[in-house]
Structures are given as C-alpha cells and as structure tokens.
C-alpha cells in the first residue's frame, strides 16, 4: 500500500469515527472516536518500534499520517506508558470497542467493499503496522503485528462482524440481541499499583534489625538510623509538652536500578508506623503509568485517587524523573506533579512522599520546580554493590530457595559477580542482575538434572560449575 493510499484509508477510518461520535456513544468520555482511534494507531507504531535509541523514523511516520509531531522524549515516554506494561499485545484498542458497539447496535452500514466497519478499522491497523514494518523490517516486528491483528481479528469474529456481505448494507450481528449489552467500552484499569501493609506483629526493634540485616547499603543504614533517631526525639519532646522542631520526613532515594531503594522504603513505612509518624503504615509504590492518563483533564484525578489510597501512610514514586522529563510542557506528567504538591501541602500530616530514580535524573527532576525543592530536602544515596556484597546477595537467594554451591560453582560464582561489579554497562541492575543469573542457575541445573537417572534431595538442592557458568564463559 502506497502512503498516498494509507492516507485516503486513515480519512476514511476518521469518517466513521466521525459518526459514531455524532450518534452519541461517547459522550461520557470527553473525547471523540477520532481522537481516541489516532491515539490506539500511534500506540501500535510505539508497540511494535524495536529500542536502538533513535525513534526518528517512527516520529516522522507519526508526523506524516497524524499531523502529531513528537519529541524522541514523548516518543519514548508514550512507548513506555501505554505500551510496555500490561499485556499490550492481547488488548483490545478501546477505539475498536466503540466502533463494534456501535455496530452491534444497528444502522452502521458496510463498506464499499463489503466489510463491516469494525473488520475495515481491524484491516486500518494492520495495514499501518505493515506499512511501518516495510519501512523497518524485522522478525520481531512481523510477530507481533502478526499476533496483535490476530486478537482484533478474534475480537470482532465474537460477535458476528468478521464475515463480508454486500456493500452499504445494514449490518445485522448473528448473535442475540444481548450482545450489545456485553461489549465492554470502558477503559481497562491494570493495577500495577502496589500495596506494602504493616505487620502489627513485628516489632521496631525487629523492623529495625531487618534493616541493617540489608546487604551493604551502609551510608543508607545510617542516615535512616539518623531520622528515626530524629522522630524518636521528636515523640519525647511532644510528651514533654515542649516545642517540636519541623521535621520533613519527604525523602529523594537516588541511585541505580537494583539497589535496594523499593525494599527499603517497604521496611521504613513499618517503622514510620510503629514510631506513630504515620496513622495506618501501608506503602503505596507506583510509577507514572499509575498516575498519569493521556486524555487532558483526567491525570489529576486519577493522581488524586492514588493520593488518597496513600494517605495515612508512604506513597512511593518510582522513576518520578519521567513525571517532568518533557520541558515543552506537552506532557501531562506536570499535571500530577501540580496535583501531588498542592496534596502534600493539603494533607501535610497525613502523607509521607519518597521518590525515587537515578541520582541525576532525580538532581534534574527537583530542581525543575522551586515546590519540589522546597518539600524535598532530604537525600538518601543508594550506591551499587560491590562484588562481594553480590555474591553474598546471591548466596542469601540460594538459602531461600534452597539451593547450595558447591565449592567450585561458589568459586566461579564470586569471581564472576566481582567482574562484574567492575566491569559493567550503565544498564547494569546490581541485585536485579543477580536474580536474572540465579534464574539462569536454576534453568541450566533442571537441564542438567532430567538427564540423570538418579535424583535425590541434594542432587536437587545442589548447584554444580555447570550450573553456574554462563554461556559466553564456558
């Protein structure tokens, strides 16, 4: 298909969208089908896009069939809030779920060539998605539009609107009048938020000995152990009835991935809690995916309902840097940014904040809003582990899971984490690189294990130099 022929199929997909608009369908969304459909085609070029750095292609293909420029930040930051959470792959475009709807409805008539208009916007995606792959081919690309298309195609089969019939006819769906009734158009809600709650049980001198349990993270230990000294000073003072001094407890973790930022902020909302900082202790851990939505109005709200689900305890923003990462301001991450400042300051003593990110991004991500600087001003570094302290995380893995080393496989396993603590890329995930390789371990030991014709608890329990040696070393 040529661009000049995508082009008349778009404006005619955008006609359709027109009418179901106009016909009312979604007057509850604040947006029209137009819209909405553009924004699910765009999606498909994020999906399906391959990670080298440079999305220039993609940008100028989203430029030239959507008349929507883009920044390879919002390119990047668009793939990786709509597109790489969840299961992209198996969900239906919400844009589609209208059009069938609509369909199923009665009065949409087919098209010129005879297809129901929900298998012609089916055949729009696809043609889009092979349109680009022609442009950057790939097996990987091919598959998965190969594999999207196919849970459209399954979609609309559903209900009766696969099969082709005679031009500008009525459509009319097999399936008993119920059917409309079970389309499901309101937008799918994937909660990726995560919910730490405390242990009534634990006390804080147990919560306390977790901590420094931790492997390494010595600095972090003892700042911590400074505020909550701090906090206990405070509790004295107000039973005293004297003066309280401000104390800020909103925190900046920064460092590289994997090092140990998500499990201790887990840990410091129990303390908080059985310091009685905090009302009910649960840790509310979230990312931008969870408080920022793509369609103008409606970020403040759902940032305001995660607000609400922390209050009484810690919310935790993982990779809060990507909230203001675009500097045009044609990002709605300022939106949450806005809400979140105006809530710390309304719910000043019912909310803790931490977040959290890489140690320059984070640097960037403060000093981009004089409210930021002003609620955070505390910083806990997180500084990668060192190879001894990854090996002795892997050893604690094994305990877990009951496995054990022998001597060999821990002689290799110490000397491979040290070079890699010294010798790695910047996308190296410290502990989050050692549970991939335990991970490995235990894939090449079951290999190893289904071959033999005896087996027993320690065969199962034990890793061997085989087990522990990666690829490229043997």
């Given at each position: 298909m040529s661009d000049a022929t995508l082009k008349l199929t778009l404006q005619e997909a955008f006609k359709y969208s027109d009418t179901v608009t106009n016909r009312g369908y979604l007057?509850?969304?604040g947006m029209t089908l137009r819209d909405m459909l553009k924004f699910d085609l765009i999606?498909?070029?994020?999906?399906?896009y391959e990670v080298d750095g440079n999305p220039t292609d993609e940008i100028v293909l989203i430029t030239q069939f959507f008349n929507m420029p883009l920044t390879k930040e919002q390119f990047v930051s668009l793939r990786y809030d709509y597109c790489m959470k969840g299961d992209f792959i198996n969900t239906v475009p919400r844009s589609l779920t209208y059009f069938v709807k609509a369909e199923l409805d009665g009065g949409m008539r087919r098209t010129m060539k005879g297809l129901t208009v929900s298998r012609f916007i089916v055949e729009v995606f696809s043609e889009l998605g092979r349109e680009y792959i022609a442009k950057k081919s790939s097996v990987t690309k091919l598959a998965n539009l190969s594999n999207y298309s196919l849970t459209l195609v399954n979609y609309i089969k559903q209900y009766g609107l696969y099969n082709s019939g005679k031009p500008g006819?009525?459509?009319?769906?097999?399936?008993?009048?119920?059917?409309?009734?079970?389309?499901?158009?309101?937008?799918?809600?994937?909660?990726?938020?995560?919910?730490?709650?405390?242990?009534?049980?634990t006390t804080l001198e147990e919560l306390m000995e977790q901590l420094n349990a931790l492997v390494g993270l010595k600095?972090?230990?003892?700042?911590?152990?400074?505020?909550?000294?701090?906090?206990?000073?405070?509790?004295?003072r107000?039973?005293?009835?004297?003066?309280?001094?401000?104390?800020?407890?909103?925190?900046?973790?920064?460092?590289?991935?994997?090092?140990?930022?998500?499990?201790?902020?887990?840990?410091?909302?129990?303390?908080?809690?059985?310091?009685?900082?905090?009302?009910?202790?649960?840790?509310?851990?979230?990312?931008?995916?969870?408080?920022?939505?793509?369609?103008?109005?409606?970020?403040?709200?759902?940032?305001?309902?995660?607000?609400?689900?922390?209050?009484?305890?810690?919310?935790?923003?993982?990779?809060a840097y990507t909230l203001t990462a675009h500097k045009d301001g044609k990002d709605f991450g300022q939106e949450a940014v806005d809400t979140l400042?105006?809530?710390?300051?309304?719910?000043?003593?019912?909310?803790?904040?931490?977040?959290?990110?890489?140690?320059?991004?984070?640097?960037?991500?403060?000093?981009?809003?004089?409210?930021?600087?002003?609620?955070?001003?505390k910083y806990i570094f997180f500084q990668d582990y060192t190879g001894e302290e990854l090996y002795e995380i892997f050893l604690s893995m094994c305990k877990?899971?009951?496995?054990?080393?022998?001597?060999?496989?821990?002689?290799?396993?110490?000397?491979?984490?040290?070079?890699?603590?010294?010798?790695?890329?910047?996308?190296?995930?410290?502990?989050?690189?050692?549970?991939?390789?335990?991970?490995?371990?235990?894939?090449?030991?079951?290999?190893?294990?289904?071959?033999?014709?005896?087996?027993?608890?320690?065969?199962?329990?034990?890793?061997?130099?085989?087990?522990?040696?990666?690829?490229?070393?043997?």
């Open positions: 007057a509850d969304t999606k498909l070029i994020c999906f399906l006819e009525i459509i009319e769906p097999k399936q008993d009048s119920d059917m409309i009734k079970k389309v499901d158009v309101t937008p799918k809600k994937e909660n990726t938020v995560k919910v730490t709650e405390p242990e009534d049980e600095a972090v230990k003892q700042d911590l152990t400074n505020i909550i000294n701090l906090v206990k000073v405070k509790k004295l107000e039973e005293h009835e004297m003066k309280q001094p401000e104390l800020s407890l909103h925190l900046v973790f920064s460092g590289n991935p994997g090092t140990g930022k998500t499990t201790v902020a887990r840990l410091l909302a129990k303390i908080y809690h059985k310091l009685g900082v905090v009302r009910t202790g649960q840790l509310v851990e979230v990312d931008r995916s969870d408080l920022v939505v793509g369609y103008i109005g409606q970020t403040a709200t759902k940032t305001s309902e995660v607000i609400d689900s922390a209050l009484g305890g810690v919310l935790f923003i993982d990779e400042l105006k809530r710390m300051e309304d719910d000043r003593d019912d909310l803790i904040v931490i977040v959290a990110g890489y140690t320059e991004l984070m640097q960037e991500f403060i000093e981009s809003n004089p409210g930021l600087e002003s609620r955070f001003n877990r899971q009951e496995y054990e080393p022998d001597d060999k496989a821990k002689k290799y396993v110490k000397e491979y984490l040290v070079d890699k603590a010294l010798n790695h890329d910047e996308n190296f995930a410290n502990a989050r690189e050692v549970r991939n390789y335990m991970e490995r371990c235990i894939s090449r030991q079951a290999t190893r294990i289904v071959t033999l014709k005896k087996v027993n608890a320690d065969t199962l329990r034990t890793f061997t130099i085989e087990d522990v040696t990666e690829e490229s070393e043997e």
